[in-house]
């Protein structure tokens, strides 16, 4: 067989069968991410030894995961970052605190190299809200408080874990840490976050209206154009720049996610993204390697899991106290879900041999078990269909828009 011929033959064994499976598991109201990652360990070295990593699936890999951090960001208009109130920014500054320095000390404790624990604590900052936005909405919850509030914490969450993995993937090398890299890394994330949307925010809204003027299909070719380009080109200078490139794809989406033309790049993003995204989720589950697995690692990664809900659970809850014992709780467990964000942190961790095989396992199991299991534990919590929330429920009401868009994406596309 040629080398083109096995190339395209992996590619068409990944895509329908994880296609295949995220069917099967949104039958049983599951995450396709948890389906595409499942597929990858079966499809791997660990089980059937189908799929090997090539320089070519890689790469794909990797366009996939700048494609779903430009969607993400697509997702976090900065405008209602500033509107979604003091509750969803407490939430979502305890909630990637706690985490944080609860994942940090527990892989000190266990003697594991100071950039190991950083990027498990970063690892465990994340929140896949998509996850639990899907299961608010098939409960009837979407309007309420509390989804307001894990909503708009979810945009704060994802723009500080961003930030915390600028730096991290940044100062940590193989060689150790440098306190002076630290404070450099620290102001040059900074700055680039700040200079993308300030600098880019101007160009994009001056080209996007120029696009109307243009017939429907022009107008759509040149709008997919420019975002694909924007990302590339914000992702290869944050690259240059020493970050990570899903740094730059993230900050590109957010250019467009105050846009009129928001809702209509989603739409023609989605073939894309249902293309390229999946393979990433497969292939990050061929790293998975359970042969020669030993019983601390699995103690280990199940601690990770606890560590990982607890800190959720009590920094986020600790933030939505004003919503009672049972919002808060509501809240906490509805930040509990890692889904693709903690991925996305330990294959780069893994990529740059900063974090060891077993380590990355540790986390995989980690994002499965706390994608799968809140859904579950939300509809307990709220058996009753509300009615939507009047007037009283309208404070904020700048964001909602913006939170029921959000709620839409990821899961509804993934599906």
Do not use: W
């Amino acid at each position: 067989m040629s080398e083109t011929a096995q190339m395209l033959l992996s590619v068409f064994i990944i895509f329908v069968s994880a296609k295949a499976a995220g069917a099967i598991f949104a039958r049983f109201r599951q995450p396709a991410v948890v389906a595409e990652i499942l597929v990858g360990i079966a499809l791997g070295p660990t089980l059937l030894g189908i799929i090997h990593g090539s320089e070519f699936l890689d790469l794909f890999a990797e366009l996939g995961v700048v494609f779903l951090l430009f969607i993400v960001g697509l997702e976090c208009d900065p405008t209602e970052l500033l509107r979604v109130g003091r509750q969803s920014a407490a939430v979502a500054v305890l909630g990637v605190v706690a985490p944080f320095a609860l994942g940090y000390f527990l892989m000190a404790a266990f003697g594991r190299p100071v950039n190991e624990s950083l990027f498990v604590g970063t690892a465990l900052t994340a929140t896949s809200v998509g996850i639990t936005a899907r299961a608010l909405e098939e409960l009837g919850h979407l309007r309420t408080t509390i989804a307001r509030v894990i909503l708009g914490a979810a945009v704060f969450d994802d723009v500080l874990g961003i930030l915390i993995l600028a730096v991290i993937s940044g100062v940590t090398t193989e060689m150790g840490v440098s306190s002076v890299q630290i404070v450099v890394l620290t102001v040059e994330a900074v700055a680039f976050c700040g200079l993308s949307l300030l600098l880019g925010r101007p160009v994009v809204h001056r080209l996007t209206p120029y696009l109307s003027r243009h017939d429907e299909n022009a107008q759509e070719s040149m709008l997919f154009a420019l975002a694909v380009g924007l990302c590339l080109g914000f992702s290869f200078l944050a690259s240059f720049m020493k970050l990570a490139a899903i740094i730059g794809a993230f900050f590109a989406g957010a250019l467009f996610a105050e846009t009129r033309e928001a809702e209509q790049l989603r739409r023609h993003m989605g073939p894309l993204y249902g293309l390229v995204v999946p393979i990433f989720f497969v292939m990050m589950g061929t790293r998975v390697q359970f042969r020669g697995m030993t019983t601390e690692v699995l103690v280990m990664g199940l601690l990770i899991t606890l560590v990982a809900v607890i800190g959720k659970l009590v920094g986020c809850g600790l933030g939505a106290l004003s919503l009672g014992r049972r919002g808060a709780l509501t809240v906490g467990i509805g930040m509990v879900p890692r889904g693709e964000v903690g991925l996305v942190v330990a294959s780069l961790g893994l990529a740059r041999g900063i974090i060891e095989q077993d380590v990355y396992s540790m986390v995989v199991l980690m994002c499965v078990v706390t994608s799968v299991f809140p859904p579950a534990l939300l509809r307990g919590l709220l058996r009753q269909r509300p009615e939507e929330e009047g007037p009283a429920a309208e404070e904020g009401s700048a964001e909602s828009e913006g939170e029921r868009r959000r709620a839409g994406v990821g899961e509804g596309e993934r599906d």
